[in-house]
């Protein structure tokens, strides 16, 4: 199916709100990721978003040219082109661009899309990350105050991080102290700056407890109550409906299933997914290899067998293992069986 038109996504996320599930978003660097992403998706028969990092941007432009808004247009124009052979219906999104990375990385693809919008087409991307955790809060909601209002006028949905997630992915880092848990007034202050959803839609990422990366059980404490509590105060404070908040889950690697389920029933609509994906894909090609040994290199000698260490025997494998952690995801989430295409 053809990528989600603005309207089409931001259904998928009222849908997953009004059901009760969420979204995951996977990470890409590659294509041979985002055919692993497509695959996995279409086995589960669930929606999803494809995302990348200014570090996967970077790579998709070539690792020794490092122009990441050239590599994000280069994926996103991939997945348009490959997304037509399968059976379910994908959002681009980009993730975690924090404040120096703004002139280089997301304002170019907004501009990009303005481009297009202003030929009577749909953007590039139908969301974008401001990561400005790393920030004071004051700057952090002004700035994003002034990407919404670029966001809102080419119909594409803001993403904002208040908080802090701890840990680090592609560059961006967190302490893991006190700022990864979110407070209500936190919450309000984003409120005031942006609106709900008059001056455009927006998802947050609030943090309770997460850390980017891998963790083992006990080092990191999750709060999944905090998100319910935050939904609940600004419920009672605004005179809204329950969970007025659209939310998203950072650094959910090593979460267990009760966690997230928790996590989803206080609102969350997206949940990122980048460390175990990239482990299940790598994990395949050290299998691979390992077990193949005599084949993939040319040992005392001999010559190998072309047709092992051909790069599409073992990427199919890598992808096929990739795919399977996809599906996996979904259903985690809940959002496997619930395709709309």
Known sequence: MPIATPDQYAEMLNTAKTKGFAYPAFNVSSSQSINAVLQGLTEAGSDGIIQVTTGGADYFAGHTVKNRASGALAMARFVQSVADNYPITVALHTDHCPKGALEDFVLPLISASEDEVKAGRNPIFQSHM?????????????IAKDILKRTQAINAILEVEIGAVGGEEDGVEGDINENLYTTLDDALSMIDSLGMGENGRYMAALTFGNVHGVYKPGNVKLRPELLKEIQDGVAAKLGTGAKPLD???????GSTDAEIAEAVANGVVKMNIDTDTQYAFTRAVAGYML????????VDGEVGNKKV???????????TAMAARVADATRQLGSAGHSNS
């Open 130 to 142: 401001w990561d400005g955790s790393a920030i004071p809060l004051a700057e952090n909601l002004e």
């Open 291 to 298: 077990s193949n040994y005599d084949s993939v290199l040319k």
């Open 309 to 319: 260490y051909d790069p599409r025997a073992w990427g199919k494998v890598a992808e």
């Open 247 to 253: 939310l998203v889950f950072h650094g959910g690697s």
